[in-house]
């Protein structure tokens, strides 16, 4: 128990370092790819995002959806990616494979849709190299480019608002 404080401390002083070192720069680059992270304790509903990639006009091999559950994987049988708290160690290391394969792609956008406080979201989020990080309304602001403050269940709200800033941004 006492090590498992210790670990959590650790990461924390990852991700602050992380954040403080983060550098945003702001293209005008089309969005022609899409990283999403989403907490599937929250949200299970992975097809919104494909119709969200369709109407961006992203390609299906430019997609990809990952989830993040606090629960073991053993139980989550309906999804191919699908990461918990043990797949993260001391520091910010991540003991999986294909979390890192996501986390190193260099995404155009990456999507973070999840609200909980839960420190391994936050680290996936900040680790991602995704040129340009959107995002729900959370209690880190450093964590995103453009947040949209809307509830969970709202994702037609949500959609609407993203396609509205990167128009504006000149992303799609």
């Known amino acids: 128990m006492i090590l498992k404080g210790f670990k959590e401390k650790s990461n924390v002083k990852h991700l602050n370092k992380l954040l403080s070192e983060r550098h945003v720069t702001v293209t005008d680059k089309k969005i022609e790819s899409l990283g999403v992270i989403l907490n599937i304790d929250e949200i299970d ?50 003991n999986n494979v294909e979390l890192q394969t996501f986390l190193d792609t260099k995404y155009d956008a990456l999507v973070s849709y999840y609200t909980k406080d839960v420190l391994e979201l936050k680290m996936m989020t900040a680790k991602s190299k995704a040129q340009f990080k959107i995002g729900i309304a959370q209690s880190d602001e450093r964590l995103n480019d453009l947040i949209i403050k809307t509830k969970l269940k709202e994702f037609n709200v949500f959609k609407e608002e993203t396609i509205k800033y990167l128009t504006i941004l000149n992303k799609i």
């Open 45 to 94: 509903d992975f097809k919104l995002f494909r119709v969200f990639a369709d109407f961006l006009k992203i390609r299906d091999n430019k997609l990809k959806i990952i989830a993040f559950s606090e629960n073991d994987k053993d139980t989550l049988t309906s999804w191919d990616v699908c990461f918990n708290p043990k797949d993260f160690g001391w520091k910010g290391a991540i």
